[in-house]
């Protein structure tokens, strides 16, 4: 999984309650990416970091804050757990091309969140 | 708003029969198509990837079909086995410089009998 490790792998909480993902990555790429997985639906952009501190909402951001203040480091906090937050979640990072855009994303194993 | 349409949403195929998976997009300012594999508990990985400058793009057993008047593209399997039981998902994104957000098909589920 391209130095790519997030935690915790599982996790089960209480509608209500805050949780914080982690990523974290041993590439030193400059991009970090936090996606959710649900059926029928693909992979959905929650948010995205371009460089330390600088962040970005994707397709489905409403519940859901960011954070990242190292490089290799991005978390992901839903700050009142939902049922419908319940989903598979995934990092992903990239690194900039000498033209100044992107590579190919990789993706870390996934942290499977169950929200009672 | 669903950018990218993936069909079918699931397919049997027997072990040597080709595997073909469609994907319609939108966005005409999309440049970049890539194919991510899945398989279970694990994180998508990159198969095969195809920018519109080329109609075709043919790695091993794998083969990205490209149409940019009708903006689609799909990804072939040929001689395909059960080890590439799997889930597939198509992407697109928009320009090398805009943040590569991908936008991802809805996945398609893909058995290969022995």
């Known amino acids: 999984d391209a130095g790519i490790t997030q935690s915790p792998r599982h996790k089960v909480t209480e509608t209500g309650t805050p949780v914080t993902l982690r990523c974290h990555q041993t590439?030193?790429?400059?991009?970090m990416y936090w996606y959710r997985q649900d059926p029928g639906h693909g992979l959905r952009l929650i948010h995205y970091s371009y460089g330390v501190k600088d962040t970005d909402k994707g397709e489905v951001s409403d519940g859901y804050s960011v954070s990242r203040s190292k490089t290799e480091d991005f978390l992901l906090t839903l700050e009142s757990a939902t049922s419908s937050q319940t989903s598979v979640y995934f990092c992903?990072?990239?690194?900039?091309?000498?033209?100044?855009?992107?590579?190919?994303?990789?993706f870390g194993p996934g942290t499977r969140l169950l929200v009672l | 708003q669903q950018q990218v349409k993936q069909s079918p949403q699931s397919l049997i195929v027997q072990k040597g029969g080709i595997s073909i998976i469609n994907c319609a997009y939108e966005?005409?300012?999309?440049?970049?198509f890539p194919w991510y594999q899945q398989f279970p508990g694990k994180g998508p990985a990159l198969l095969i990837a195809?920018?519109?400058?080329?109609s075709e793009k043919k790695e091993g057993r794998f083969t990205i079909s490209f149409n940019k008047s009708a903006k689609q593209f799909s990804l072939h399997i040929m001689d395909s086995q059960p080890g590439d039981s799997a889930t597939y998902f198509c992407?697109?994104?928009?320009?090398?410089?805009?943040?590569?957000?991908?936008?991802f098909g809805e996945g398609t589920q893909l058995t290969v009998n022995p």
């Open positions: 195809i920018r519109p400058d080329v």
């Open positions: 966005n005409t300012a999309f440049d970049y």
């Open positions: 992407a697109a994104s928009e320009g090398e410089t805009s943040g590569s957000r991908l936008t």
């Open positions: 590439e030193n790429h400059r991009y």
């Open positions: 992903a990072i990239s690194e900039s091309t000498a033209s100044g855009g992107q590579e190919t994303q990789y």
